[in-house]
């Protein structure tokens, strides 16, 4: 299970690293990171 667990996994964490970069390209240019 731990296979699967790990293949099911890592592409949604691969799809919120992409979404993440898409939101900092974007969010910078309307809202400034308040970290």
Do not use: C, M, W
């Amino acid at each position: 299970r731990i296979g699967l667990v790990y293949r099911s996994t890592f592409p949604r964490h691969a799809g919120l690293a992409l979404l993440a970069d898409n939101i900092r390209q974007v969010l910078p240019n309307t809202v400034r990171p308040l970290h």
